[in-house]
C-alpha cells in the first residue's frame, strides 16, 4: 500500500496564479483532510471530507476550495495565490475520525 | 482561542532517560486525544491514542495520560532515544454533528535526545 500520495512535492507560484493540490489514499478510508502547517502554529485544518461527494470547511478555509469527487481522492485549490498562502499543505486520511494517516507534504511558495 | 496548547515548545532530555510532553486543553466535549511525531520533511506519523474514558494506554515505551479534571494530558516515553528526536504533536478529537469529526492540533514539541 502506498497509504497518503500527495502531487506536487514542491511548487512555486507568483502571485495570482492557480493551482491544484492532489492527494490519494489506497486504504479505503472515508475522512479526508488539507492542513497547513506555518512555523509556530502547529497543524491548522482548512477543509475536510467524510464521504464521497461531501465537504466541510475547517479552520482556516479562506482562499482555499476542495473537491472529493472520488472516494481515493481530496483535491485543494488555490485559485488565486497569495504570499500568505506560502506553507507547507499535509493530506491526511481516516476511518470514522479516528486515527489519521498523513501524506508527504507539498511545500508551496508564493512570490 | 487555542482549544489545544503545548506550552513548551522545546524539550531536551538525555538518552535513557524519561521525556515527559503535556498537552492542555480547554474543551470538554472532546472524546478522544491522539500524539503525533513529525519528522524534518515528513508528514507526521500517529503515535498512540486515549479515550476519554481511560486514565492511561500504553505501547511500548509510550504511555499516555489523561487527567480529564484538569483537562490535561502527558505523554512519556522511557526509556528515550536519540530516534525520537522530532516533533510531537497533540490532538484532541472534537464532533461538530452528524458525521463531522475533526482533531485540533497544539502547537507541537521539539523534542532532542542527546546521546
Known amino acids: 500500500n502506498a497509504g497518503v500520495t500527495q502531487t506536487p512535492k514542491f511548487r512555486v507560484l507568483k502571485t495570482g496564479q492557480s493551482m491544484t493540490l492532489l492527494c490519494a489514499q489506497d486504504?479505503?478510508?472515508?475522512?479526508m483532510y488539507w492542513y497547513r502547517q506555518d512555523p509556530g502554529m502547529g497543524l491548522r485544518l482548512i477543509h475536510y471530507?467524510?464521504?464521497?461527494?461531501?465537504?466541510a470547511k475547517g479552520e482556516v478555509p479562506d482562499g482555499y476550495n476542495v473537491s472529493r469527487l472520488k472516494k481515493q481522492n481530496f483535491l485543494l485549490g488555490l485559485e488565486s495565490a497569495a504570499p500568505s498562502q506560502t506553507s507547507v499543505y499535509f493530506c491526511?486520511?481516516?476511518?470514522?475520525?479516528?486515527?489519521?494517516?498523513f501524506g508527504p507534504g507539498t511545500r508551496l511558495t508564493v512570490t | 482561542d487555542q482549544q489545544v496548547k503545548q506550552n513548551s515548545p522545546s524539550l531536551s532530555v538525555q538518552e535513557g532517560r524519561i521525556s515527559i510532553l503535556n498537552c492542555d486543553y480547554t474543551n470538554s466535549m472532546f472524546d478522544y486525544f491522539l500524539w503525533y511525531k513529525k519528522y524534518p520533511a515528513e508528514g507526521p506519523t500517529f503515535l498512540i491514542s486515549?479515550?476519554?474514558?481511560?486514565d492511561k494506554n500504553e505501547v511500548g515505551r509510550f504511555t499516555v495520560f489523561l487527567n480529564k479534571s484538569a483537562k490535561h494530558l502527558s505523554l512519556h516515553i522511557v526509556p528515550s532515544q536519540p530516534g525520537d528526536s522530532a516533533v510531537y504533536f497533540c490532538?484532541?478529537?472534537?464532533?461538530?454533528?452528524?458525521?463531522?469529526?475533526?482533531?485540533?492540533f497544539g502547537k507541537g514539541t521539539l523534542l532532542t535526545v542527546n546521546p
Open positions: 471530507s467524510v464521504g464521497e461527494g461531501t465537504t
Open positions: 490532538a484532541a478529537r472534537g464532533y461538530s454533528g452528524g458525521s463531522n469529526y475533526k482533531l485540533t
Open positions: 486515549i479515550s476519554s474514558i481511560k
Open positions: 491526511a486520511s481516516g476511518p470514522l475520525g479516528y486515527e489519521q494517516y
Open positions: 486504504m479505503n478510508h472515508e475522512y
